[in-house]
């Protein structure tokens, strides 16, 4: 999978992206991206290679497989070093690596071939052109995905903007000013840092607690909107606060809990938000009242989707995201990596 910059210390999000290596799904798209292209290689040099080429290229399959086994581990050891590089120099280094390694594992076999200097020729010059191919694929692949980050950061600010939101957020403010210009400053204040927030960087991994922070400023503000009508639950003890997680990827799970389940039904409901670690995984629930009304709402599935390609986007398969109906319950259950750090 294409890492962010945080993690792989190229240039400027949507523009370049080497692999992680230290992402399962993201070596086992390696290792089968590269068997299908030795493969190929392979069956052009059976058509057109040499004899003496053929069958040194043939018997260096255990070359081939001792390379991609070396290399994948190799720059696992040496991930976190990509931080500091370019992602020119990384791929410079990855390719030059991927060579070296291939003149090392084809030493011994150097008696047995008929032609050694074309045989060194092309262990190498299949040695790069894999490695160039894979780099190419992830690259193309963070790029593909990449809008999901603007698109995620627009998409939010227009729902921030809606003019129901924005209206009786106001009116609100202006109701509490007489009575309670405290309470009427805090949620002014919550306002602000949910603007602030959404016109920053979209692009890195963030603490878990910056997220829950944003996510409880807006709870606050529907808590005072809506009075009595709204009661949130946070089951966030033992949450682990270090844990790196896409920004904005609660706060928006929460408004479509209170858009959807709440803000529809006339006697209200609660939200509950459940955060915990188990094992390498981190797990956030959020629940809220199923409604199945004629006329309710519509437009929960695009910001699911959203949430769906930016996990896909920073983990590849190690995350997952599941929306379903437990009896009265609407349920969206996200499920990443337990990456715990500092942000970049």
């Known amino acids: 999978m294409g890492q962010l910059p945080q993690t792989t210390g190229q240039a400027a999000p949507g523009i370049s992206a080497l692999p992680d290596f230290r992402n399962l799904a993201a070596v086992l798209r390696i290792a089968a991206l590269a068997e299908i292209l030795h493969v190929l290689a392979l069956a052009l040099i059976e058509e057109g290679g040499g004899r003496g080429v053929r069958e040194g290229l043939l018997a260096g399959n255990a070359i081939f497989e001792s390379v991609l086994l070396s290399s994948i581990l190799l720059f696992y050891l040496l991930a976190p070093q990509f931080n500091k ?19 090392l ?12 200097i074309a045989a060194l020729f092309f262990h190498s010059l299949n040695a790069v052109l894999i490695s160039s191919a894979i780099l190419w694929y992830f690259n193309w ?3 593909v995905l990449s809008p999901a980050l603007t698109e995620a950061r627009l998409m939010a600010l227009q729902a921030r903007i809606r003019p129901h939101f924005l209206f009786n957020s106001l ?3 202006l109701g509490l000013m007489r009575t309670e210009p405290g309470r009427a400053e805090t949620v002014l204040e919550n306002l602000a840092e949910l603007f602030r927030a959404l016109m920053s960087e979209s692009g890195k991994l963030v603490p878990l607690d910056k997220e829950l922070e944003l996510a409880r400023s807006y709870a606050e503000v529907e808590v005072v909107r809506l009075g009595d ?13 270090d844990a790196l997680v896409p920004p904005l990827i609660l706060q928006p799970l929460l408004e479509n809990a209170v858009y959807h389940g709440i803000e529809p039904a006339q006697a209200g409901g609660k939200v509950s938000v459940t955060i915990f670690a188990k094992g390498d995984q981190l797990n956030l ?15 929960n599935r695009m910001a699911l989707n959203n949430i769906r ?23 969206v259950q996200l499920r990443l990596p337990y990456k715990h750090g500092h942000a970049a």
């Not at 594992?105 to 050694?116: C, E, F, T, V």
Request: with cysteine; aromatic share 12%.
């Open 285 to 299: 629930v959020v629940r809220n009242p199923c409604l199945k009304a004629k006329g309710q709402r519509a437009g």
């Open 171 to 173: 009116n609100t403010v």
């Open 309 to 331: 390609e930016r996990l896909d986007l920073h983990f590849d398969a190690e995350a997952s995201l599941r929306a379903y109906e437990a009896g009265d319950e609407y349920v």
């Open 229 to 241: 009508r709204l009661t949130m639950d946070w089951q966030c003890q033992n949450a682990p606060l």
């Open 85 to 103: 590089l370019s992602y020119r120099a990384g791929c410079v280094v990855i390719s030059s690596t991927v060579v070296l390694l291939t003149l």
């Open 141 to 143: 692949r963070y790029y």
């Open 105 to 116: 594992w084809s030493a011994p076999y150097l008696p047995r071939w008929q032609d050694d």
